[in-house]
């Protein structure tokens, strides 16, 4: 309940009976002039409206389709994680997973999860209001322990380091402040923990980078150091290793790596000549040291190295860039991952090795070959290996993958749930017979490895041969269906291509010898002119101002072109070209971030616009649309989204509240509109909306994120961009999302028999059984508390004879709670009373 006092004012309170607050709503969700007293705002959150006054949002509960939620498909699920994996422990048979993901195997994990074996879990709510978990540690009693870069976990307020006990997060010590990143964290044989970043203070104690935890205080080691510690280590004897950056340790001299000896600090010899991001010490108390280095105590070493105590020595003939984890194994293999490719004048190992002692061998053939290696851990047979890759040997497995040693060979974590894309979609483009191309930073599409560009026919993906070999930005299809892409590689299958390339539905070809930088944005006209727009100065040798024109066979410029970047380009029935962008001139005259080629000049469409232009579209009737980060179209107040008829410009309704980087018109005459918006006109419409010519309608409820591209098809609209959910957060996607025209049938099917939960009332745990689902072997097992809020998240494998789970309550307030079971596109639900 609230209380509302002379307008907007809000004071929060306790539980009461108050009249429903949507009597007291302007439609922009902003309390109405004069309002006062009591209102009940459940299935409402308090946000800040484009104004900055308070707005209150309907809250859809999770599992419940809300409004038009029934369009978006549940297709695109996610493989692996959906973001970087930067940290890796191992407690028995869990692995403990951390980085900058949010969903990890189909489930919503914030930063961190665990993977026993068989399913992914959520470690509670996990990391909240932060960027990534850089760090992981494990005690022996099972704590996690979790640094970073965050502000809270589970909740709790404490920023960049938390430890997870098994049920809860908490702080280490009374709301533990630690002043800057943590980067490293290390456990002795006593249970103290280390920590390493590039923090100065910890609350009121100053620690210089590098800190002890004794389970109840912290303090400094020595003076620490005087630049960031990237990694840390603990011997035998208890002996603290520390790399980094740094050139001094304590005071004294210390190039990159040094010891702590529980009194004092030392130097390793001369240190190395560049960073150390990697340690690990053997059984011995040989310590090696990896990073992005060339020598190591004054002698040639390629990026690792080994310390016996007294000297340097090389590990092999060392690789060939930066190392970025090291592990070693009972038997004393060393493991590294990083950002190298091959052995140092030897063999390609992509990101991954082996040394035994005598010699290096890949892992296999190792991870994508444009990823990297961020972090490892050994368990018994298996060394798990986690990073930014998106695929491992041959197999798919999204930034964590398993190489089992008995059988050499490289494994998902869990069973897929869906078709997702391995990393961001920048581009999208729909021919004529129902396929959809994807152009962006991934390597993988569904179960298929596919270099940054995918085509999806509606039931499977599959790669246009072997893709191109960095990221893509823009994407065109023509009439006869040749695909055209651009972006920042420079071959195309197996041909060299510069930035710009042509697939035939067989094989890849340049265009001439393409442009000197990536394009933003293609099109192509009626008569099968390719137009391609960016920040380049030349394309096929041309002089060509950032916009040019292919023709099949030769570049040419439209004249002199334009004086800035062209973001956007469109292509009307007559012709014409429209570019939009950052420019303030086309053809040498003025043209305010939007202009016009007629085949001859340009000419500027009124006044344009005070501010960039990202994306255009032309409709049937010549009208064109601009979107982008604009406030005024041709002196009018235009928030972010404008059309141009020809002769003078004009709102669409009260625009969005931020920035539209997509726009396409549907077959009945709708503009579809993406972007960052929360808001298009005075409408709840996340990061996607439709303009019918009259006012603008959400798309159910949208995506959790940032929404790069549209692609229209006959029966739907295409999606794609930085998000990991679609609607009302019940359909995880990864990257690319479909809203169909009509509420989908497979949202409308039956619903699952129940699952049976006992006992009930419970306290403690719950025991649910899962009945089988033909079709499925996988569910997603989902507690929400009564606002419809996950509280624990479980995906379960499901065999034929279903599944039991244990669900932990510990924590949870007494109270009413729903047991969601979701799987082969159907859910259902029981109520749970905590004790």
């Not at 195309?492 to 291509?497: E, I, L, R």
């Not at 306290?763 to 989902?782: D, I, K, Q």
Request: no cysteine; aromatic share 10%.
């Amino acid at each position: 309940m609230i209380s509302l006092l002379g307008g907007a004012e809000t004071a929060w309170a306790g539980a009461g009976v108050g009249s429903p607050l949507s009597e007291v709503l302007n439609p922009d969700g902003t309390v109405r002039a004069g309002t006062r007293g009591s209102f009940d705002a459940s299935g409402y959150a308090l946000e800040t409206a484009p104004d900055g006054r308070p707005a209150f949002r309907p809250v859809a509960v999770r599992g419940v389709a809300g409004v038009g939620d029934a369009n978006w498909s549940n297709a695109f699920g996610a493989y692996g994680a959906n973001a970087d994996v930067l940290a890796l422990a191992v407690y028995g048979p869990n692995l403990y997973v951390g980085g900058s993901f949010t969903t990890i195997g189909g489930i919503s994990a914030k930063y961190v999860a665990k993977w026993n074996g068989s399913v992914w879990s959520a470690l509670g709510s996990g990391i909240g209001s932060g960027n990534f978990v850089r760090a992981l540690a494990v005690d022996g009693s099972g704590n996690v322990y979790a640094g970073g870069s965050f502000f809270s976990a589970g909740g709790i307020t404490t920023s960049n380091v938390a430890k997870w006990n098994g049920t809860t997060w908490s702080a280490l010590g009374a709301g533990t402040f630690v002043n800057s990143d943590v980067y490293a964290l290390a456990l002795d044989g006593s249970g103290n923990l280390y920590m390493g970043g590039y923090f100065t203070m910890i609350d009121n104690v100053t620690v210089n980078r590098v800190a002890k935890w004794n389970g109840t205080t912290w303090s400094a080691l020595g003076t620490g150091t005087d630049a960031v510690v990237r990694t840390l280590a603990v011997d035998g004897s208890g002996n603290v290793y520390a790399g980094g950056d740094f050139a001094t340790a304590g005071g004294g001299a210390a190039s990159r790596v040094a010891k702590w000896n529980g009194s004092a600090w030392s130097a390793l010899g001369a240190g190395t000549n560049g960073t150390v991001k990697a340690l690990a010490v053997d059984g011995s108390g040989n310590l090696y040291v990896g990073g992005g280095f060339q020598t190591a105590g004054g002698a040639t070493a390629f990026n690792i190295a080994r310390w016996n105590g007294s000297a340097w020595s090389t590990v092999g003939p060392g690789l060939t860039s930066d190392v970025y984890a090291l592990a070693l194994d009972g038997s004393g293999n060393l493991y590294a991952g990083g950002l190298f490719s091959n052995i140092s004048a030897g063999a390609v190992v992509n990101h991954v090795a082996r040394w035994n002692g005598t010699a290096w061998a890949g892992l296999g053939a190792g991870v994508s070959a444009t990823g990297t290696v961020s972090a490892l851990a050994l368990a018994n047979n298996a060394v798990y290996a986690g990073g930014v890759f998106g695929t491992a040997g041959s197999t798919v497995a999204n930034n964590v993958a398993q190489w089992t040693v008995s059988t050499s060979t490289w494994a998902q974590l869990g069973n897929p749930p869906g078709n997702g894309i391995s990393d961001y979609v920048y581009a999208l483009a729909a021919d004529g017979n129902g396929n959809l191309y994807v152009g962006g930073a991934f390597t993988a599409a569904g179960g298929v490895a596919a270099n940054y560009v995918a085509r999806w026919n509606g039931t499977t993906w599959s790669a246009l041969g072997a893709g191109l070999n960095y990221i893509v930005n823009a994407l065109a299809v023509d009439g006869s269906g040749n695909v055209y892409a651009s972006g920042s590689f420079t071959t195309a299958g197996s041909v060299a291509a510069n930035r710009v390339a042509k697939w035939n539905g067989t094989a890849w070809s340049a265009l001439g010898t393409g442009i000197n930088s990536a394009a933003a944005t293609l099109v192509v006209d009626g008569s099968g002119n390719l137009y391609a727009g960016g920040a380049f100065a030349t394309a096929g040798g041309v002089a060509v101002g950032n916009v040019a024109k292919w023709n099949g066979t030769a570049w040419s410029a439209l004249g002199t072109g334009t004086n800035g970047v062209v973001r956007g380009l469109a292509v009307d029935g007559s012709g014409n070209v429209y570019a939009g962008g950052d420019f303030t001139t086309a053809g040498g005259s003025a043209a305010s971030r939007v202009a016009k080629w007629n085949g001859a000049a340009w000419s500027a469409l009124g006044t344009g616009m005070n501010s960039t232009v990202y994306t255009l579209a032309v409709d049937g009737g010549g009208n064109l649309y601009a979107g982008g980060v604009f406030g005024t179209a041709g002196g009018t107040a235009a928030s972010n989204v404008a059309r141009w008829n020809g002769t003078a410009w004009s709102a669409l309704g009260a625009g969005t509240d931020g920035t539209v980087l997509s726009l396409v018109l549907d077959g009945g005459g709708n503009l579809n509109a993406g972007g960052f918006f929360t808001y298009a006109g005075s409408t709840a419409s996340n990061r996607v909306a439709r303009w019918n010519g009259t006012a603008w309608s959400p798309l159910g409820t949208g995506t959790n994120g940032s929404v790069y591209a549209l692609a229209s098809i006959s029966t739907g609209l295409y999606v794609g961009g930085l998000f990991t959910a679609v609607g009302d957060g019940s359909k995880f996607m990864s990257g690319i999302g479909y809203y169909s025209n009509t509420p989908l049938a497979a949202l409308s099917a039956a619903a699952l028999p129940g699952p049976s939960v006992f006992p009930n009332p419970a306290h403690g745990t719950a025991t649910v059984r899962l009945p089988a689902v033909p079709g499925s072997t996988t569910a997603t097992l989902t507690l929400l508390d009564a606002l419809g809020r996950p509280v624990r998240t479980q995906q379960l494998a499901l065999p034929a004879t279903g599944a039991t789970a244990e669900v932990p309550l510990a924590g949870l307030a007494p109270g009413l709670y729903q047991l969601l079971m979701q799987a082969g596109g159907r859910q259902a639900s029981r109520a749970l009373m905590v004790e």
